[in-house]
């Protein structure tokens, strides 16, 4: 027994005397003892990533004192917590303490927690009607949902739950949660080079941050903006507002909070500068992206990042430097399910096999790529396909190449280039039609 001024505790010598005892109270002390566990646990949260650390003891706490409400809470916060240090390429995150979420590390198990909960929020509504607690509890459930059903390609679902959560949030002056929601539309958009529907969702996320928001969340949507008129082709004015968002970052107080979106200003200050040919400041800008993610932790960053920089270096010459950073993003890319970039990794990938003539393993990575790619529905990356698949004719008609690859291709380098440039046409991809372009000479040539 301890005995301090005004307070006594216990501490069992034994793990079976904790047992004893515990086994000698009745169901209703037990719970009432829990809950008072969990909330002592509660008033030693920091509202950091530390927090994460007594997640677990909370649900075990709030799952035996009966409090289903608690149980819900802190499930969400911990899986939450897992994909966004797991699954997000450019998390907003705090490093007080690097967790690694055990629990949850298996794909199988991620599923199986977000089923659960699912269920369990079903119960908790039914008990708790007209209770905006648990429509917070919501707004932020389907927020996760939707995160990673985009994630996944599974745009129908991911888009449903985000638009929901945008709904309510706005309904209960969360604007918070909806500035979230929007951002995570802004991430579909990128990815799937929707530049209209991107404007939109800027234009509505920057009139809830002139109103409610902070200086990091408008540096966020500084980067956003930046990256829009890079895809529209205008790159000195991209650039200009992806540095703006960069001193935005440096200068605020939190900014470890924001440190990866400085990672993907330079990512697409990279893009910005393969787009026009200049894959040396390509890969200066990547590689400054790279160490960011590399020293954060941020594995979904490293990946995406890895795989722009191999293109860049590929489209350079520089196939030996290529394969390293496409072999190290393609084994990353086993480790979790992250779709984007991963069509364009294997599809480039196969190009430096074909050209080290193992075309029969090279077949292997192109079906990944032409899968990956029906996933993502970007037209860039299937324009990439196109790219890929008439460069590799290409290669193949060079060298006199026969394989089983050869027999895989049905169709033929003009066709491939046709399609590849009608693709990249609709948004602003020049060099890369100038690569088609010279691919189809080619055929015309001989």
């Not at 269920?119 to 009607?129: P, Q, S, Y």
């Not at 918070?176 to 539309?185: E, F, H, N, R, T």
């Not at 860039?380 to 396909?385: D, F, P, S, T």
Request: charged share 30%; aromatic share 10%; glycine share 6%.
């Amino acid at each position: 027994m301890k005995i301090e001024i005004n307070k006594i505790s216990f501490v069992f010598t034994h793990q079976k005397l904790r047992e004893f005892i515990y086994s000698q109270l009745s169901f209703s002390k037990k719970r009432v003892l829990h809950n008072k566990i969990a909330d002592l646990l509660e008033k030693q949260l920091r509202n950091d990533s530390t927090d994460s650390m007594l997640y677990s003891r909370l649900i075990y706490h709030y799952d035996n004192a009966g409090n289903r409400v608690g149980v819900l809470k802190y499930r969400i916060k911990n899986i939450d917590g897992y994909l966004n240090l797991c699954h997000e390429v450019f998390p907003v995150i705090d490093y007080g303490n690097k967790t690694q979420y055990q629990n949850l590390q298996l794909k199988s198990e991620f599923v199986n927690e977000l089923n659960n909960i699912s269920d369990l929020l079903l119960e908790v509504k039914k008990e708790n009607k007209a209770d905006k607690g648990i429509t917070t509890l919501e707004i932020h459930f389907k927020h996760i949902l939707g995160r990673y059903y985009i994630m996944k390609g599974d745009y129908d679902n991911g888009l449903s739950n985000i638009n929901e959560m945008i709904e309510k949030a706005l309904e209960l002056k969360d604007y918070d949660s909806a500035l979230k929601g929007y951002m995570k539309l802004i991430y579909y958009c990128v990815n799937t080079r929707n530049n209209k529907m991107m404007s939109e969702n800027i234009r509505k996320a920057f009139k809830i941050t002139r109103a409610h928001g902070e200086k990091g969340q408008t540096g966020i949507l500084l980067r956003f903006k930046g990256l829009q008129k890079i895809m529209e082709g205008k790159y000195s004015d991209g650039e200009r507002l992806l540095k703006d968002s960069i001193n935005i970052f440096k200068s605020l107080t939190e900014k470890e909070k924001y440190i990866s979106n400085i990672a993907a200003a330079h990512n697409y200050i990279g893009d910005s500068r393969r787009y026009r040919r200049e894959f040396d400041q390509a890969i200066k800008h990547y590689e400054k992206a790279i160490k960011i993610c590399e020293e954060k932790g941020l594995i979904g960053g490293v990946t995406v990042v890895s795989t722009n920089a191999g293109q860049a270096a590929y489209d350079k010459g520089d196939f030996k430097k290529a394969k390293q950073y496409l072999e190290r993003a393609i084994e990353l890319y086993q480790q979790f399910d992250l779709v984007w970039a991963r069509s364009k990794a294997n599809g480039f990938y196969t190009m430096l096999l074909v050209r080290e003539g193992k075309c029969d393993e090279a077949i292997k990575y192109l079906k990944k790529a032409e899968k990956f790619s029906e996933k993502v529905k970007n037209p860039y990356e299937k324009g990439l396909i196109y790219r890929v698949k008439a460069e590799i004719a290409k290669l193949i008609e060079e060298k006199n190449m026969k394989c089983k690859l050869s027999q895989y291709l049905k169709g033929d380098i003009g066709e491939y280039c046709n399609k590849g440039i009608l693709c990249l046409t609709a948004i602003n991809e020049s060099y890369e039609i100038e690569i088609l372009k010279e691919i189809k000479n080619f055929r015309k040539n001989k």
